[in-house]
């Protein structure tokens, strides 16, 4: 019999190469047309094979593994695409190659291939990607939601949502609050496909920008009851982290709130998706890094906030976390 650590070897063996086989399988059909003829509707493997000029027997195995990967899903004999295909548009339709093809590179001279953390290099490359974060943020926003008794127990809130992306926490908060006005920063090309969401949802007349830098821009002191920062601690360095903890402290009414959203390593779920982000952060940034729960519960102290109690945020990527806290006087 095979010892424990054998087998495990051999479940780590074919794990790796299923993983590479998928990717590959998925570029393939990408290259060749295949995803996006089904993206168009339903297609026999023969129809494909004759839309994309590909062979029959090759298109329908092809197919069959991005089956079993859960790309593809097949109906008698029809293939259609399943809603996975929908993350994978703008900068992230070929699963992020344009930074692993760089890995051999940073390695050895450990410069990232980009400056998203540098205001004006990642403004030119954030609106797609914000697109595609709504939707993967969205199942983690609206948990949240829930985690903090948003419409429930903190009701009527007037929120700022900094570096607000598409707007997909303080848009979901206030889709659980009826009463909730948000103000949102970004950039004002961001903020336009902001603007655009919240208009989808009914929020439009509960959602204001505020464009600009948020380091920078205008924000009513002592003005808020909720102040949200998600998916930007990561691109700080600390004395920038903890300028703006201090800009949100003052932004906050006595008895206000703060929300930090950010990737954490704590989920036994989401420790390969967590260090595969830490390093692909470091990939497209130059100060980029992923910080623990222990650091910036220090640095939301130093800011004004005595008492931050952290959550992990239990959905799918099994990444998320949030802290919250209460401004002190």
Not at 9 to 29: N, P
Request: charged letters at 20%.
């Amino acid at each position: 019999m095979e010892s424990a650590d054998q087998l495990k070897a051999l479940e780590t063996y074919f794990q790796l190469m299923s993983m590479k086989g998928v990717v590959e399988a998925f570029h393939a059909a990408r290259q060749a047309g295949v995803l996006e003829a089904l993206a168009g509707g339903r297609h026999t493997a023969a129809a494909l094979a004759v839309k994309c000029g590909l062979r029959e027997k090759p298109t329908a195995l092809l197919l069959g593994v991005l089956c079993a990967a859960g790309i593809v899903q097949v109906i008698g004999e029809e293939y259609l695409a399943m809603p996975v295909l929908h993350f994978l548009s703008g900068t992230y339709q070929d699963l992020g190659s344009q930074y692993w093809d760089y890995l051999p590179s940073y390695l050895k001279t450990g410069r990232p291939l980009q400056r998203m953390d540098d205001p004006e290099e990642g403004r030119k490359h954030y609106v797609e990607q914000a697109r595609s974060l709504r939707r993967m943020m969205l199942p983690c926003a609206m948990a949240a939601a829930g985690m903090l008794g948003i419409g429930t127990q903190l009701k009527k809130l007037r929120i700022l949502d900094v570096g607000a992306g598409s707007g997909v926490w303080g848009q979901t908060f206030a889709l659980h609050d009826p009463e909730a006005r948000v103000a949102a920063i970004d950039w004002p090309d961001v903020l336009e496909m902001a603007l655009d969401y919240a208009g989808r949802t009914g929020l439009s007349d509960r959602f204001q920008t505020l464009p600009g830098n948020y380091h920078h821009v205008a924000i009513e002191s002592a003005g808020y009851d909720l102040a949200i920062t998600a998916n930007v601690v990561h691109l700080e360095t600390e004395d920038g982290i903890i300028r703006l903890f201090r800009r949100l402290h003052s932004a906050l009414k006595p008895g206000g709130h703060v929300l930090v959203v950010d990737v954490f390593h704590d989920q036994p779920d989401g420790k390969l998706n967590a260090s595969l982000y830490e390093l692909g952060l470091a990939l497209r940034t130059e100060h980029g890094q992923v910080f623990g729960q222990e650091s910036l519960t220090l640095l939301l102290r130093e800011a004004g906030f005595p008492d931050p109690q952290y959550k992990p945020i239990p959905v799918t990527p099994f990444t998320m976390g949030l802290i919250f806290a209460q401004r002190g006087e």
